[in-house]
């Protein structure tokens, strides 16, 4: 453990003690520099540490205080059943499918990255010389896959670089990951609620699933194992770090026993890692790669929401699938763009994408608290929401909401947010809806998510009371 880091571990026991009280002034970083004989950077650490974690928060131009730790809203709750097969329902959406700031789960690069990616770019240029006429390394280039194993080994994942393969984003991943591991008509067990971008291709690459219900740490592991005791089910997916849409993030316990059920009755599961590195805290969790022995874990994730969707560049490790997962992704592609991957390995060779990382997981975790603070508010305490520990996305529930109305106002307004049908195949979260918060909210963010309070107030029934 670093200074800083136990440096903060002193002061959280000093909060949950009682010795210092919620609402008290913190030192000043000057003053705790001086008390402590530490660098004002090991303080800066320190405070930023704390304040990922909720535990002080920062006021302008009166320095730090003590945070309340009590829930200040009610989270969603969830749905328990009984998971069976079925297939997935691939009907047109019936809401605005603009992409508007409140939709896709995004956000914006502030300018010191834009400037180093910019630098970097142009040394990606200079380093491919005469290489401008070739094709880029079908598996990856090396220079990337090594940037990637150093950059992850940092976090005590260790892999070799030949063991990866670079692809289109996280989605063409998990693609040819099903294609490499599955064929049509086979049974995918997936968490309940599920990305519907996953869904989707489920649905289109014609697999049917098995929804594992979701709960405050994970997923039904013991239904899970039951279908493959049954052998139900012959791959699974699941996003494992601050899954979208419900923002949970499956514990070290529950990752270690989801690749134990892997090696164990040697099914496939492909883990959707895309969030892993936008932790709200300082502390990137392990994947269940990490615990994987018998390479039945394929692991996938992409820069795609920890640095830019629009570079359309991602990976995989997929152990012991990796001869048939290479010569799957080499059939229809000729590799990703080596201009981009040269670009992405100098960015994380140079260090800058780890402060990226760091500032993006701050700024969310700041726009989060806004997004909920707004909504708890403006909204009735009978709305549910979460209050995810990475990501960026939040999961709302309204009790008695009126969806067909909701959603023709929501699709009238041209208004985007994903409402919960689209996030399982069975009729389980028709009062739920997504809303992404990596935006300021402000601008547009604000004026949408201002129509969407109203609308949730029009069309719900709070005080509705049932009578014989």
């Not at 990856?140 to 976090?155: N, W, Y």
């Not at 820069?303 to 570079?311: G, M, Q, R, T």
């Not at 979260?429 to 107030?457: H, M, S, W």
Request: hydrophobic residues 35%.
């Amino acid at each position: 453990m670093s200074i800083y880091q136990n440096l903060a571990s002193q002061f959280i026991q000093a909060i949950e003690s009682g010795k210092r009280k919620e609402g008290s002034r913190m030192p000043s970083l000057r003053q705790l520099a001086q008390q402590q004989a530490v660098s004002m950077s090991t303080v800066v650490s320190c405070y930023q540490e704390l304040e990922s974690q909720g535990w002080i928060h920062s006021r302008p131009q009166a320095g730090y205080f003590v945070s309340s730790r009590k829930p200040t809203h009610t989270t969603p709750q969830w749905v328990q059943f009984d998971s069976q097969v079925s297939n997935v329902k691939l009907s047109a959406p019936t809401y605005c499918v603009a992409r508007g700031p409140l939709g896709v789960s995004s956000t914006s690069l502030d300018e010191q990255s834009i400037t180093e990616l910019e630098r970097s770019f142009r040394r990606a240029i200079k380093r491919m010389s005469n290489r401008l006429s070739h094709y880029p390394d079908v598996q990856g280039e090396p220079m990337l896959r090594q940037a990637l194993c150093a950059h992850f080994a940092k976090v005590d994942l260790h892999f070799c670089a030949q063991d990866m393969v670079i692809t289109a984003g996280c989605m063409s991943a998990i693609k040819v990951a099903l294609e490499s591991c599955t064929k049509p008509g086979d049974t995918i067990a997936i968490s309940s609620p599920c990305f519907n971008g996953t869904l989707q291709l489920l649905g289109q690459m014609s697999r049917k699933i098995i929804e594992i219900p979701s709960f405050e740490e994970g997923i039904d592991l013991a239904q899970l194992e039951h279908h493959l005791k049954a052998k139900r089910v012959d791959a699974a997916i699941f996003c494992t770090s601050h899954m979208n849409p419900q923002g949970i993030n499956m514990s070290a316990s529950q990752k270690q026993t989801l690749a134990h059920l892997a090696n164990q009755y040697r099914i496939p599961v492909i883990e959707d890692d895309v969030y892993l590195e936008l932790s709200h805290s300082s502390h990137t969790p392990l994947p269940a790669k990490y615990y994987d022995k018998d390479g039945y874990v394929l692991w996938c994730g992409s820069v795609s929401k920890s640095l830019s969707p629009s570079y359309r560049l991602g990976w995989c490790l997929p152990g012991r699938f990796l001869e048939n997962y290479t010569k799957q992704f080499a059939l229809p592609s000729y590799g990703v763009a080596m201009p981009i991957q040269l670009a992405v390995a100098d960015f994380i060779d140079s260090g800058q994408y780890a402060k990226h990382i760091r500032r993006r997981s701050h700024q969310l975790l700041r726009l989060k608290q806004q997004y909920i603070d707004y909504l708890t508010t403006h909204l009735p305490d009978t709305v549910k929401i979460s209050n995810p520990q990475g990501g960026m996305v939040l999961w709302l529930q309204i009790s008695c909401l009126n969806r067909e109305a909701f959603a023709k106002s929501i699709s009238m307004l041209g208004i985007d947010i994903r409402l919960g049908e689209l996030f399982s195949s069975l009729e389980l979260y028709t009062d739920c809806l997504r809303i992404n918060f990596g935006y300021p909210l402000e601008g547009q963010a604000k004026q949408e998510l201002d129509r969407v309070i109203e609308l949730i107030e029009c069309h719900s029934q709070y005080d509705t009371e049932f009578t014989l």
